[in-house]
């Protein structure tokens, strides 16, 4: 692979259960973002992660937990998913921190009844 | 607050030029980036520009004044595939990126 994979592609999941969005980069890249995607809104950032060990939080983090225990994984969890938390989801990595360009993945569509 | 201004949609006919505008308002900046978003896709890095002036790449070009927190994209002789959404996104002092909500090119033959 080359680049950035997400998994599922979608998913419909009901209120209150568990899910864990998967993201995998095979880039070497140090930091890893999570964003979600709603119409009419500009990406937001939830949690990020500037190296390996290390997590961070965004803008709209509530509801939300990430893990970083490798450079390639950035898994992004929903404990009890609620129906605001439908969106798109694109996890994107980068070099490093700070100014270098932000690469993503193709995005997880998830619906929340 | 933090906020980016772009508009939300642009019509534009094939083999002409059209400007993208957008204005920012940040705690702190560290850059001004674009990205191309085609529906239903992830979006790709265009430009980035930290210092004022014009950068050009092939048919792209991106303009900053940090001075006016102000910056546009300019895409000349449209192709079709160019029918996009291109999202404006300033970096703040905590080198987070700040995102507007896109601007919806649609080109017409």
């Known amino acids: 692979i080359a680049g950035i994979t997400q998994a599922p592609t979608s998913q419909i999941l009901a209120a209150g259960r568990r899910m864990t969005l998967r993201c995998t980069q095979d880039m070497r890249h140090n930091a890893m973002y999570w964003y979600r995607q709603d119409l009419g809104l500009g990406l937001r950032l939830i949690h990020y992660s500037n190296t390996a060990g290390t997590t961070g939080k965004g803008e709209v983090p509530d509801g939300y937990s990430v893990s970083r225990a490798n450079t390639d994984d950035f898994p992004l969890t929903l404990a009890s998913a609620v129906p605001s938390q439908t969106s798109v989801y694109f996890c994107?990595?980068?070099?490093?921190?700070?100014?270098?360009?932000?690469?993503f993945g193709p995005g997880t569509r998830l619906t929340v009844l | 607050g933090q906020n980016i201004d772009q508009p939300t949609e642009m019509t534009a006919t094939e083999g002409a030029i059209v400007q993208i505008n957008c204005t920012y308002q940040?705690?702190?900046?560290?850059?001004l980036f674009w990205y191309q978003q085609h529906a239903g896709e992830a979006p790709t890095f265009l430009s980035y520009?930290?210092l004022d002036g014009l950068e050009e790449k092939g048919r792209f070009s991106s303009f900053l004044s940090r001075s006016k927190g102000y910056s546009y994209l300019l895409l000349k002789e449209l192709q079709m595939k160019d029918s996009a959404s291109y999202l404006c996104?300033?970096?703040?002092?905590?080198?987070?990126?700040?995102w507007g909500a896109g601007t919806k090119l649609i080109i017409k033959p």
């Open positions: 520009n930290v």
């Open positions: 940040t705690s702190g900046f560290n850059g």
């Open positions: 994107a990595s980068s070099e490093n921190s700070g100014t270098d360009t932000q690469y």
């Open positions: 996104a300033a970096m703040d002092s905590n080198y987070q990126l700040i």
